[in-house]
Structures are given as structure tokens and as C-alpha cells.
């Protein structure tokens, strides 16, 4: 799960900083998606035990990773397909609402650089909500 929090730390910075608002701004951009350093500091600042801080961190990175709070799930794959006409109905389950797994094929599929396939799934996420 941490390779959610270091590919899309920029992204989630701004909702790290919600989620524990007694975590600066240079300690966030000190972090850079470091899983390990930001259960370190939340233990540090919130004295959680490691499970604690641990369980806090991946319930951040559900959240982002996870689509479907858009919407349920059959309909957003419909939703997805028809918005990128490429999409099979079998990669659309692959994909089962993860926007890492969206970027990626996006990369992979139509040729798209990380930022390009992350900035059109939050297009996509904006449009359809």
C-alpha cells in the first residue's frame, strides 16, 4: 500500500494536513511519501503505538486509492468505459475501483505519462460527481 502514498504524495499532502492538522507543512514535504516516516511522526505528535499509526496511514491511502465513493462501482465501470471508449469491460474489472490501477492502464493503454493519466482520472472523478 505505501507505493500509493509515495507515487501520489503531492496529492495527498493537502489531505494529510486535514486528516492531522498537528503535522506541519515542512514536516509533510520532509516526508515525500515515506510510509515509514509519516507513521513514525504520527506516533511522534498523536502518541500512537506503530498499529495505531499504521492503520491511520492506510486508511488515507483507501480513501484516495478508492473510487467508488463516487458512486457504486457497476455504475462508475460504465461510467469509465464510455468516458475512455478504449476500456474493455475486462480491464474495467481489473481495474474494480482502484484510480492506481486506472492510471496505470491509461499509461500502459493509450500511451499517457503518469501526471497526464492522473490529471484525466480527476477530470473523469470531477465530471461524474
Do not use: C, P
Amino acid at each position: 500500500m505505501s507505493e500509493i502514498l509515495n507515487g501520489y504524495w503531492n496529492e495527498l499532502k493537502g489531505e494529510a494536513q486535514k486528516t492531522w492538522g498537528k503535522l506541519t507543512h515542512n514536516e509533510l514535504d520532509q516526508i515525500a511519501g515515506d510510509a515509514k516516516k509519516l507513521e513514525g511522526l504520527l506516533q511522534q505528535k498523536y502518541g500512537h503505538s506503530i498499529e495505531e499509526a499504521r492503520k491511520e496511514v492506510n486508511k488515507l491511502q483507501d480513501r484516495y486509492d478508492n473510487m467508488t465513493y463516487s458512486g457504486e462501482w457497476n455504475q462508475l465501470k460504465g461510467k469509465m468505459q464510455k468516458y475512455w471508449g478504449e476500456i474493455t469491460e475486462n480491464e474495467a474489472d481489473k481495474i474494480n475501483g482502484s484510480r492506481t490501477r486506472l492510471v496505470g492502464l491509461l499509461q500502459e493503454k493509450l500511451g499517457k505519462t503518469r501526471s497526464q493519466a492522473l490529471e484525466e482520472v480527476d477530470q473523469f472523478l470531477k465530471k461524474i460527481s
